[in-house]
């Protein structure tokens, strides 16, 4: 650097040789710093947006990309990104992992607010993303896919069933006359059956396919719960009315919703209905099914878990763990090695449902016993009795624990090691107590670094009889219909939510790295995260068909629908894929508007593969974008040089955009990585890719990006 000093001193020491002709203070000139000069310079450029002739690129749409919260608290970056950009895209805030709750709730509060900040500010939302594998909430989602866990109730069955278990069908009866059969290994569980009836072609009216239960003795005064699992073929429909109430053919909240209904529905998956009656008229009643309202439907109804009981009656087992659904706290203490334990928030329960019990072990001990929860029993438990233990269990990673019923002497009669996944796994051990003091059940944590997490604890008497338990493994044809219907769940409950935004990623990331040419799976990804769920493994080829066909049912008919992915200037086999899938979906009946190339690259990104991964895009005639530009400098500490190699690229990408893609088919460019990020940053940490510093300082980067986009 060159300065150039000039001053005039006055001071008593000088003041016999010159006289001090001027009193002003000192007088200071400084040549400006060439890297001050050059950072005015960039400092002088207009806000981005402004470059971009709107009369000759009215459709394009530069976009920003920040997060929710940066945005809705109306700091420096709601302002940076109204200033610089038409349309932002936020990284987190509008994915499935962010508004679905664990219980299946969608909590769209923030992209309310949201919404409002950028209709206010007038910049568009690209709404980011509809369908993914990762940022999901899969723990919910897997949850759903559970097996289905049937706990019969702890009373006496008031149904006397005896004429389904010995096929002789007495006591019921049928119209038409001999209409049902018995399935046998057909029920729900492993080994057991169900009653099936088939609706004759003619049927039209609930009474042309019937099925009559035995009579029912009641209480008078009580209520009684009425509990059956049902399917059929194909879509069927069907009521229950009765003999011996006051109103027999009543309005019934089948489902438990809270709706009162004429019928419920049935289909090829198990349904659950349950409900409860108390208006009688005598001493009895029975149930009649009447389920003809469709012409050759067939119907499964599981006999083992078809009851009718009286909710004020005596029960036949009691749980010695009181609340071992842990849903009204939990009376479990515990100690050991700093842990921690307790009960979870609501939906974080098996199968996604209400509460576990938890607890945090920080290092595996010495031994086993080290770690420990107690639950104390009223009273000790009977010596030479057999004690059953049940109970779900899964962990944030893998290990052992050991459950056993102890004496105040800490001598004990052990249930084993119980191996703990990262899935929810239900576990039933008996042991024998061999001491009249056995008071307490316990559990031990010291072979176990991680959470633990229970529920459903029950442990009863072999001599006690009880309810019976029924798993239900789901079938691939059920996991589909599960998750296609949560997928339309989720893509309606997120249109209906931001109809201000009119451009969606439908689909987001769907070829395979090392298979270009195919879809994604979890069958191929070795380490798949705690917020990963792969749609198309239940799905299958057509779930981006399905996205698309919801995205457009649901969203509003000029919302412009993308497909997206990254690494197409990298791997153009990639970009041939992508588009080959883009032609499938069509082929199906569904339509995509565009594609989207993400485009993190970096200063040594091969501009060949660039400008021909462009050609290949414009060739489908679709709306191109790209969606996610960040150029990384691939160095520690970046230099003048290192930051020019960086704004050329930025430079390139929109001139060779410019270059091969037709006007028409320009939708935009979004700057994904805005700003540098700190070291610890989750994206892209000291990589320095953005276009402004870490401090939101422009970099040369800014300037090129600004001249490439007033060239468009």
Known sequence: MKYLNRFLVCSGLLASVFSCADPDPLAFEVEKPEGLEAQEEINSYAPLKSYIDSTSNANFTLGGAVSISDYINKGVMYRLINKNFDELTVGYGMKHGAIVQNNGSMNFAQVNELIAAAEQAGTSIYGHTLTWHANQNASYLNGLLEPLVIESPSFPNDLDKTGLIDSTFSGFSSNPENAITIAENEGMGEGTNAIKLTAPSTAAEPGDLQFSTPEIPVVEGHEYEVIFYIKSDVPGEGRISFEGLNEN?????????????????????????????????????????????????????????????????????????????????????????????????????????????????????????????????????????????????????????????????????????????????????????????????????????????????????????????????????????????????????????????DAWDVVNEPMDDGNPYELKSGENDADITNDEFYWQDYLGKDYAVKAFKLARQYGDPEDLLFINDYNLEYNLDKTRGLIEYVEYIESQGASVDGIGTQMHIGIDSDRNNIAEMFQLLAETGKLIKVSELDVRTNVSEPTDEVLQQQADMYSYVVEAYKEHVPRAQRYGITVWGISDSAEDATWLPGEFQGLWDENLNRKPAYKSFAEALEAL
Not at 393 to 411: C, H, T, W
Request: charged share 20%; no cysteine; net charge negative.
């Open 249 to 501: 053919t009543p309005l019934i909240d089948y489902t438990g919703v809270g709706a009162s209904v004429e019928t419920f529905q049935t289909d090829f998956s198990w349904k659950e209905v349950r409900f409860r009656v108390s208006d009688f008229s005598g001493d009895s009643f029975s149930l009649n099914f009447d389920l003809g309202y469709q012409p050759g439907v067939t119907y499964s109804i599981d006999i083992d878990n078809f009851y009718v009981y009286d909710t004020q009656g005596d029960p036949i087992v009691s749980n010695l763990v009181e609340n071992g659904d842990f849903e009204s706290g939990t009376g479990w203490g515990g100690w050991g090695n700093n842990s921690e334990r307790g009960v979870t928030e609501d939906g974080l329960g098996f199968g996604n449902e209400g509460k576990a019990f938890y607890v945090t072990n920080p290092s595996v001990t010495g031994g086993f016993w080290e770690v420990q929860t107690v639950y104390e029993f009223p009273e000790p438990l009977d010596n030479g009795e057999t004690y059953t233990l049940s109970f779900w269990v899964k962990g944030n990673a893998e290990g052992i624990i050991r459950p056993e019923l102890q004496s105040p002497d800490y001598s004990s009669d052990s249930y084993g090691q119980v191996s703990v996944t990262q899935e929810w796994t239900r576990v039933e051990v008996a042991t024998t107590a061999t001491a009249d003091d056995r008071g307490r059940l316990i559990f031990s944590y010291g072979e176990f670094a991680g959470t633990v997490y229970i529920d459903n604890v029950n442990l009863s008497s072999a001599s006690g009889g009880g309810g019976s338990t029924t798993i239900l493994e789901r079938e691939p044809a059920v996991k589909q219909a599960i998750i296609e219907e949560e997928l339309e769940r989720w893509i309606s409950g997120m249109l209906n939510t931001a109809s201000y935004v």
